[in-house]
Every structure is written in C-alpha cells, then in structure tokens.
C-alpha cells in the first residue's frame, strides 16, 4: 500500500486498482507471502505518514525527515527540535542526513511549543501564511484553531480508511470459505491488516494530542499574553477568528466537528475556564468589547466592509457578520454568562447616580491649519450630524442604543433619514416601479439577514441559562422603560432611541412570542396579571406617576391573589412586546401616513404651479423619505408577526374575565385598531392568509352595550368602529378590492362574511353600530364624519341582512341610545348640507372664473395661485362631504321605513331636531335653488340633488301621518308652506317620488295648517305661564319638567336632553352633567297641570 497526499486529506490508499497480476497474487499463497510487506517497510511507512499528518494538520516539517529535502512545502513551517524554526532546503537535508526525530504522542507537545514560540517577524512564518494564502495572519488563536479543525479531519479520514479495510478484508474471509490457499491468504490480509490499524490508532493518539495541545497553548497564551510572542493581542485574535468564523463556518473554530460541544471554541473556553475563571471573564469580556466597538462605528446594515479575518477583532467587517461573531461568542454558555454580567450588558439601575450622569459626546473642532473656506465647509459637516454630538444621559434611549452591547447590536438598521439609503431613491417619481422595487427589495434582504441574525444573538443568550435569560430580558425592559416617550407626537430625541433600534427590539420580541402565538395551548399560558405585577413588569406598566399607562377602567380592581403565572417567561415576552409594538411599530405606521401626506402635498402643490409633479424636487426628497422608511416598516416578517401578534391579543381579551379585562392598559386595543386598519389601506396582500378571526370577535364585544361604559375613549370607540369597515365589510367598490376575503370571511361558515355569521355580532352590532354613531360627536369635527360615514356603511350592509333584522326591532328598547344616534345623525345631517352649498357656490364661481381666459389671465400670478389651492381644497371637501350627505339621507329613509324605529323619532327629546334638520336640507335644496345650482360635472362632486330631493321628500311622506310630527312642523321656525309646496311640484315634475309617497307629502301642508291652529291655541292659553313653568333656555312652556342637581335649576327634559347630547355641562355652571343625574319633577309638574287645567277651565268658561 502506498500514502497518498493531495490537498485535501493524508489518506492511505487501500482502494487501489485490482490488476490481473493482482488477481493472480490473490490466488497465489506463495505470491501473496512474498508479497507481504516486511516490518521494516511497514515502520517507514508508518514514518512518513506521521510526517505528512504533521505537515497537513500543523503546517510543520520536521528538519531530519525525508520530506525536508529540496521539495519541502513552502507552506510549511521548518522545525528543528534541536535549534531553531528554519525554511532552509540545504540544512533541512544535511539534518535528514545526521537524525531523523520521531513523532510521537509526547513529541507533540515540543514540536507545538517550537512553532508558537515563533517570533511574528520570523521569516519562514512570514513565507508559510503567504503560499497558504490564508487570512488567518499569524496569531496563536487562529493557528490552532485551524490546526484543530484539520486534525479531526484527519481523524474521520483514518477512521474511514480503516472501515474500508475491514469491509475489504471480510469480503475476502467470505469469498475464502472452504478454499485452504484462500484462507491463507486472506489470512496474511488481516494479519496485515491488524498492524495498519494499530498504526492508524497511533497516528489517531497523535492527532486527538494535538487537539488537546492546541487547545491548552491557546488557553494558556490566552491567560499569559507574555507567553509567547504570537499571542500578545490574545482577546483581538479571538475576535477575530470568530469574525472569521462567521464568514467560513465549515473551516471555523466554532464548528463543531464530532457533536455539540466539540468545537476549538468550546474546549478552548472549558480548558479558561477549568484554569483560571477570572481570566477566562477577562478574555472574553476584551474580545466582546472588540466586536461591540466595531459594531458602534455602524449605523446601516450597509456599513463595513464584509469581511473577517484579521480585520483586527473588527477593522470593517459588515454588521452582519459581527453579530454572527457576537452570537458565536456566545454559543459557549460560560462565555454567554460573562456577556450578560458585562458592565455594559445593562444601563444604570433607575435612581442611581450614574443613571443620571451626562454623556456630552465631543464637539469636533476646525483644525488649526484650516484656511477660511476648509473651516466653513468643516462647521457645515459639522452642523449636519449635530444630532448624533447631542449630550444624553448614561440611563436613556441613546445610551442604550451608543453604550450597551445589545444597543449597539440593535440600533444598525435602514435609518430613513440616512443619506445613503435617500441617495438610493433619489428621484424616484421620475423611475420606474420595477425599479423602486428593485431597490426596495435589494435593501430589505440586507435588513432582513441582519434581523435574523439578531434573533439568533437574542435566542443564544436566552438558551444560555438562567443568568443570561434574566438579563437579556432585563435588558428589553430597560430599553422600553426609557423609550417610554417614543410614541409621543415629537419625541425627545435626547432622551429616545432612533426608531430604527426600536423595530428591531420588536422584531426581536416577536420572534421570540412566535412559538406560543399560534399555538393556543401555549397561549393560555399568558397570565394578563402580570400589567398589574410591578415587580415583574418593572415599572412598563405603571398606574401612577409621570409615565402612567391609561387603563380601560378608569379604577379598576385589583386582582384578587398575587400574580403567580404557570410560566413566567410566556407573559413576559407577550406584553414586552405589546409595549414595544405601541413605541415603534405604531409610531412608524403613523409616520409613514404623514409622510405619504407630505408628499402628496408637495406633488399637488407643483401641479397647482404648472410644474411636473412627478419631477418636482420637493415631491422627490418626500418619495424618498417615504420609500426608505417602507424598507423597514413593511417587511413582511413585520408585518405579518404583528398582525399575528394583533390576533393573539384580540384572543387574550376575548378569554379574560371582566375584571381582568379593566385592567388591560387602553393602549393595546388603539394598538391592535391602529395596526390592523393602518396596513388594511397600505399593505392589504400582506394579510391574505393571516388569521384575524379573534380582532373581529374582541371588536363585536368591545361594541356592544355591555361592555360601552367600560371602554370609555370615544376616539378609541370610533376605532373600533373603523376596524368593522376598513377589514370585515365586504368590498363593494373597487378601491376595497384589495383586502383579501381570507380576512373578512369566515372559513368556519361556509366563506360566509364574519358580519353575518358571527352570533354575537348577530345579537349585538346594530344597536352597537347606533349607539357609536352618536358618540362620534365627540372625536372631532373632520373626524366624526369620516367615522360615520364608514358606520352608514356597516348600517346599511347589517340592514339588508335577515341575520341582523332582529337586533334592529330590539333598538326600540333602548331609548337612551336610540336618542344618542339620532342626535348625531341630525347634527352631521345640518352640518353637511350647510358646508356642501356654501363651497358648492364656490366653486361654481371659480369655474366661471377658470372658464373666462381673458379674465383669468387679468388675475395676479400669486392670487392664481392662492385661487387654485382653495378651489382643490373645496372639491376635496365637498366630495367627502356630499358623499356622506347621500349615505345619511339614505340611511334615514330605510330606517323609517320601519314603524317601531319610526316611532323613536317621535319622542319629545328627538321630533323637534328632527323637523328643523328636514326643513333645513329642503330649504338649501329648493329654497336656495339647489337644484338649478349648475357646477361642471356634478357626479363627480357627488351632487345628485334629485336623488337627495327624493330621498328627503319620501323621509317627509313617511312621517306625514303622524300627529307630533305635523305639530312640530307647525311649531317649527324653519316651515315655510311654499316652500313644501315646490318641493311637491318638483317631485311630481320629475317623477321622483311614487304616487303614494308624493300624496303623503303633498297632504303635510294641509295637516300642519291644522296642527298650527292647535298651536296657536296652546301659545294663547300659555301666553302669561308663571316663569318657573317656562324652560329657562327656551322660554317655552315645559312639557316634562326635570331637576339639574348641579345647578339647582328645572328644565323640560327636550331641552336639557339636546343640550348634553352636544354638551355634556350644566349649561347655567359648566358642571359635569349627564342624563343619568336629572332627576324628574314630580311636584312642578303637578304644579304646572293644575295651572294649565284652571286656563282651559277659564277659556272653555269664556
């Protein structure tokens, strides 16, 4: 048998090709004795494998041997075990010539101690690393390491020789039976055999010594930097194996090669920390501070350079691969175990004096030899990165992000505000999409390689043991406890970390919720105690103080026992992470809708001048700015772990009782409400497969009356409302054809709309639905309109629905709420027809204007100008406007078309509001001669004042009937019988109504000339009622007197009903008042009867 070296293994060649003279050998005992191999051949074999195994495990040659003759390896280092390392053919043959050293198990540890006792300088060290071209340089870390590696190479290549031996030799013994020449010489095999395996478990002694050797001089050079000249900068050259390591793991000092725990890395730390445990801290604590420091200089995911190697621990090695270098590191959970107790793994503890120490970073200053224009140019760079110079304190957000070694991981992301990355967008209105999303994409890769190794750096430290878990946890509480002002509307960006660092924290929590977000079993390990546990949420959800979370209750109990979770780890992680979301994923979203505004804006702006908007300088810079944040906020592992987070809380809430739930804080529901609806208009393919079926049923319940007092944020009320519209009603128009019906349907009824099979829905949503459109009132004057329009919608879907037909007859039962509705509808009803006529006639002018050249022309420029952007402004206005106009009149009409809804209109609190609003939309109608209003293309305005016309009349001829109604009329200032009349004369001109409705509503006239007589008479027998009979406000004659406790005053219960609809205050003291604390008047009203029955005694008597 003859050795064999090639590049890749020292192998020893057993499979050699079987020639006939081999075959005739084989059947020949005496051919095959005498061609045995002698002891003497077999030991110098034996020898030489010994010299190859040196020379590729260690890069060593012995001077003495054969093989350092004239074709010595330049790759190879030169040994002389009796002087000196040398490179020297001609004395590397004389030695050969003189002695011939032994290899050995004992030998390995001289022939080691020789090579790393090299000084750097030392030339044949210097020619080995350039024929090898390694980028290992010459360090001891990275040496033996490799070394390392390729000895358990050889290892498995001795073992596998050795097992095609023995599978060869017991084919042979099976081919032999029965033959006595073969037996014989399968025989002399095996013998043969039996002394190449002894041989092979001394070249495999040798070669687990020199592990173990590699590993104890690493250590100990590691611990005594003196030790040998090559290992003076013993913590960089680890860092930088590892940095190498990450770049080529399969050849790293972190592989491990037979089995977890069986890397260079592993028994180098074991070997630390069996020697000396504080050196073993201090080594990889410098070596954690190299890589972290390299990690500060990063801002991007863009940054360094790539690469490892002896970059010096860090040089410019891109973030990704330092990170992977850091999660190496702690890969070993003794050296995970000094990480986390690092002084810098943590801020300061809150309180303490160093927490408030000032950090003032240092302020560059113009070189001395700058001439005037170089120090110009020098204070302008300055100026322009004096947010990164701002001073902060050692506890707060950029001191996590510029400090600790998990901030410095965290803060590297797409900055949307980064020159280079708004570089990469420039002018991007005038590119196409397919290049946007090229360059979207390309950077979104980068970003999402780094986050998931950012998990894998999180989930390391958290399997690393208790110690390391607790403090990386620690850390993500500390990072939102001084975060806490990141969701304001301009956060304190001295006090806050970039958003760029809060994503990433999510993104990290994320992932570490995934396992028990969709699995409910887990889920239910989530203990909602623990928002109201201060010593296990740290102070994240505070009920007192300057960063108090708001909760639902606005006192709610306290849980009855001490907060002791099943598991501890499961709620941690899940309302870590709700917090998290509400600091950067909500404020991102949030942004991001600004931005786009921004951009808009400027793009309209540009085509009001007369300019490209597409090219529009302005626009470009905003297009920037929005595209580069999208990178970051709409990666689909974001978006799709928070919708699935946004489901498991909407599940939470739907399991906890009552209680508990009071106690959520107010924020994770405005959470889930922003997240779901935010990426329903800008991300809706995002959510195809996603399962939302839980936000649905947390929405319904939310909603319905039961639980109206304890979600008590209008505004957030609303949103709840938004949610119902913007996922779960089923597109009609082609600007909703984007929501996946895998959202809205539900796949348990068949694909059926959640709306319609969901029981609780069934039950509860339309009077819920009611109910919000009169509390809307208080959300603002743009946004209540907005929010009921998109409630018209939900109504009116619900209506045509025989599944919600019940619930609309049960609305009759709760008046209160009935009232709250319809005094919403009514004031959004008068506010809509006024806003839509007045801009209406604007814009009609402006158009006259625009349409007269020679008169448009005679107009300043700037005055032009100002024309045009209020003119745009209008037509935005009266399109949303008239289009919820068209839906409230509509929603009118169906809903009276039911007599028990009709009849709720009719009460005393509700009639009168009702008369004036009608009148008043006829009257813009008719009266200001609507219809003859003629602006260019009306329909695309939405002006159809035929269609309105004909909604209102038919509202009229369904109440027409009814005696309140036609007294109220007669009542009303607002009545005016011609103007009824060409109302009456229009319909029936243009057909609009149906024969039955237009004589109901021709016959009102007639009707409320009766009731103004009764009225009439009542105002005559009322004429001189005592005051304390008359309504304070009104200066009527009260029909249903009730206390004020606030004010001590009486009012008509209409009046003081309408009042706090609008305005929740005593209106003679500006005291807090609801409905609920007016109380009746019994005796006054006794009073009042008595004194009106002696009137009519007296009149009937005259």
Same mark, same amino acid.
């Given at each position: 048998m003859d050795v064999v070296v090639d590049n890749a293994a020292v192998v020893v060649d057993s499979d050699e090709p079987r020639t006939k003279k081999t075959k005739a050998s084989a059947s020949s005992p005496a051919k095959a004795s005498a061609a045995a191999p002698s002891a003497a051949d077999m030991a110098r074999k034996l020898a030489k494998k010994k010299d190859l195994l040196l020379r590729k495990t260690l890069s060593i040659a012995l001077a003495g041997t054969t093989s350092t003759g004239s074709g010595t390896d330049q790759s190879c280092v030169v040994i002389d075990l009796g002087g000196s390392g040398s490179n020297d053919g001609a004395s590397s043959s004389s030695a050969a010539a003189a002695s011939s050293p032994e290899i050995t198990v004992q030998s390995i540890t001289e022939i080691l101690a020789a090579r790393l006792s090299l000084p750097r300088t030392h030339p044949s060290l210097r020619t080995a690393i350039t024929s090898t071209q390694q980028n290992s340089g010459t360090g001891i870390v990275a040496y033996c390491g490799q070394c390392y590696v390729r000895a358990s190479q050889e290892i498995k290549t001795v073992r596998e020789g050795r097992e095609r031996r023995d599978k060869r030799r017991r084919l042979k013994e099976e081919k032999a039976k029965g033959a006595e020449e073969a037996v014989e010489a399968a025989t002399a095999t095996g013998t043969t055999d039996s002394i190449l395996n002894t041989h092979d478990e001394e070249l495999i002694a040798i070669l687990k010594e020199i592990q173990i050797q590699v590993v104890n001089y690493t250590a100990s050079s590691l611990l005594e930097p003196d030790l040998f000249d090559l290992g003076t900068d013993g913590p960089s050259q680890l860092a930088a194996a590892l940095l190498q390591s990450s770049v080529d793991p399969t050849n790293g000092i972190t592989m491990n090669v037979a089995g977890s725990g069986t890397s260079f890395y592993s028994k180098l730390c074991d070997e630390l920390m069996d020697v000396d445990e504080v050196g073993f801290g201090r080594v990889v604590g410098e070596a954690v501070m190299i890589l972290s420091d390299a990690l500060a200089k990063c801002d991007t995911v863009a940054d360094g350079g790539g690469g490892g190697g002896d970059t010096g621990g860090g040089g410019d090695a891109s973030p990704l691969v330092l990170v992977n270098a850091l999660t190496a590191l702690c890969g070993n959970k003794a050296a995970a175990a000094v990480v986390a107790t690092h002084p810098t793994f943590l801020l300061p503890p809150a309180g303490s004096a160093a927490a408030s120490e000032r950090i %003032? /970073?240092?302020? /560059? +200053?113009?070189?001395?030899?700058?001439?005037?224009?170089?120090?110009? &140019?020098?204070?302008?760079?300055? @100026?322009? #990165?004096?947010?990164?110079?701002?001073?902060?304190?050692?506890?707060?957000? /950029?001191? &996590?992000? $510029?400090? %600790?070694?998990? !901030?410095?991981?965290?803060?590297? !992301?797409?900055? $949307?505000?980064?020159?280079?990355?708004?570089?990469?967008?420039?002018?991007?209105?005038?590119?196409?999409?397919?290049?946007?999303?090229? #360059? %979207?994409?390309? =950077?979104?890769?980068? =970003?999402?390689?780094?986050?998931? @190794? +950012?998990?894998? &750096?999180?989930? %390391?430290?958290? #399997? *690393?043991?208790? !110690?390391?878990?607790?403090?990386?946890?620690?850390?993500? $509480?500390?990072? =939102? =406890?001084?975060?806490? !002002? *990141? *969701?304001?509307?301009?956060?304190?960006?001295?006090?806050?970390?970039?958003? @760029?660092t809060l994503i990433n924290v999510t993104v990290a929590l994320l992932k570490l919720c995934e396992p028990f977000l969709a699995n409910d079993k887990k889920a239910g390990l989530i203990d909602p105690d623990f928002v109201s546990s201060p010593s296990d949420h740290g102070g994240l959800y505070a009920t007192e103080g300057d960063d108090a979370i708001p909760r639902l209750a606005e006192n709610p109990p306290s849980p009855a026992q001490p907060y002791a979770p099943k598991n501890s780890f499961i709620p941690l992680c899940f309302f870590l992470a709700a917090r998290s979301i509400h600091l950067s994923v909500i404020p991102a979203l949030d942004l991001h809708e600004s931005l786009l505004r921004w951009s808009s804006r400027a793009y309209h702006d540009a085509q009001a001048r007369g300019d490209n908007g597409r090219t529009d300088p302005d626009f470009n810079r905003y297009l920037a700015r929005v595209l580069a944040h999208e990178v970051t906020i709409f990666s689909p592992g974001l978006l799709s772990d928070s919708l699935r987070f946004s489901n498991a809380m909407s599940g939470l809430l739907l399991r906890i009782t009552d209680d508990e739930l009071a106690r959520m804080p107010e924020h994770f529901i405005d959470d889930l409400c922003d997240c779901v609806t935010m990426m329903s208009h800008s991300k809706p393919e995002a959510m195809r497969g996603v399962d939302v079926a839980n936000v649905f049923k947390v929405v319904v319940k939310l909603l319905s009356p039961s639980y109206a007092k304890l979600v008590r944020n209008y505004n957030l009320r609303a949103k709840l409302g938004d949610v119902l519209h913007d996922l779960y009603l089923p597109p009609k128009t082609n600007h909703r054809d984007a929501v996946p019906s895998s959202v809205y349907c539900d796949p348990t009824a068949g694909g059926q709309p959640y709306l319609l099979s969901d029981k609780l829905a069934q039950e509860t949503l339309a009077p819920s639905l009611l109910l919000l459109y009169g509390e809307v009132e208080h959300t603002g004057y743009y946004e209540k309109m907005n929010h009921r329009a998109k409630i018209s919608e939900l109504l009116r879907f619900l209506w045509e629905s025989s599944e919600h037909r019940s619930a609309f007859r049960k609305i009759s039962q709760n008046k209160e709420s009935f009232i709250k509705f319809s005094n919403g509808l009514m004031n959004e009803t008068n506010h809509q027809i006024a806003e839509a006529m007045e801009k209406l006639v604007e814009i009609r002018r402006v158009q006259v204007q625009m349409g007269n050249p020679q008169e448009w022309a005679s107009v300043p420029e700037e005055q032009r100008e100002t024309i045009s952007s209020r003119h745009e402004a209008n037509e935005r206005e009266v399109k949303s406007t008239l289009l919820g106009l068209n839906k409230t009149l509509e929603m009118l009409g169906w809903l009276n078309a039911d007599p028990d809804i009709r009849r709720l209109f009719l009460l005393d609190e509700m009639v009168s509001r009702l008369v004036n609003m009608l009148f008043h939309v006829l009257m813009k109608l008719v009266g200001a001669k609507g219809l003859e209003l003629k602006v260019d293309n009306p329909e695309s305005y939405n002006f159809r004042p035929k269609d309105m016309l004909r909604d209102l009349c038919s509202i009229f001829a369904n109440f027409s009937s009814a005696p309140e109604f036609c007294l109220e009329c007669a009542r009303s200032g607002y009545y005016d019988a011609e103007l009824v009349a060409k109302a009456g004369r229009t319909c029936r001109k243009l057909n609009l109504l149906t024969p039955e409705n237009l004589e109901a509503f021709e016959s009102l006239a007639e009707k409320v000339d009766a009731a103004s007589r009764d009225v009439e008479d009542f105002d005559e027998l009322t004429k001189d009622a005592p005051d304390e009979f008359l309504d304070p406000l009104m200066c009527t004659f009260m029909k249903d007197p009730v206390f004020l406790p606030t004010s001590e005053k009486y009012m008509d219960r209409a009046t003081i009903t309408q009042h706090l609809l609008n305005d929740p205050k005593d209106p003679f003291n500006r005291k807090d008042l609801t409905i609920d604390m007016v109380q009746p008047a019994p005796q006054l009203k006794e009073r009042m009867n008595l004194w009106l029955e002696e009137k009519r005694q007296a009149s009937t008597k005259e």
């Open positions: %003032t /970073p240092p302020q /560059p +200053v113009v070189p001395p030899d700058a001439n005037q224009q170089q120090a110009q &140019l020098y204070r302008m760079m300055a @100026a322009l #990165t004096r947010g990164h110079r701002r001073g902060y304190d050692r506890r707060s957000g /950029p001191a &996590l992000e $510029r400090d %600790t070694i998990v !901030g410095r991981v965290m803060k590297v !992301g797409c900055p $949307r505000d980064d020159p280079d990355f708004l570089t990469a967008f420039a002018n991007m209105g005038s590119r196409s999409k397919k290049d946007s999303d090229n #360059t %979207t994409n390309g =950077l979104r890769s980068q =970003l999402t390689a780094y986050q998931v @190794a +950012v998990n894998g &750096l999180v989930k %390391t430290l958290i #399997t *690393a043991g208790a !110690g390391p878990r607790g403090k990386m946890m620690d850390w993500f $509480r500390d990072a =939102l =406890l001084v975060n806490s !002002g *990141a *969701a304001a509307m301009r956060p304190d960006r001295s006090k806050v970390s970039d958003q @760029a």
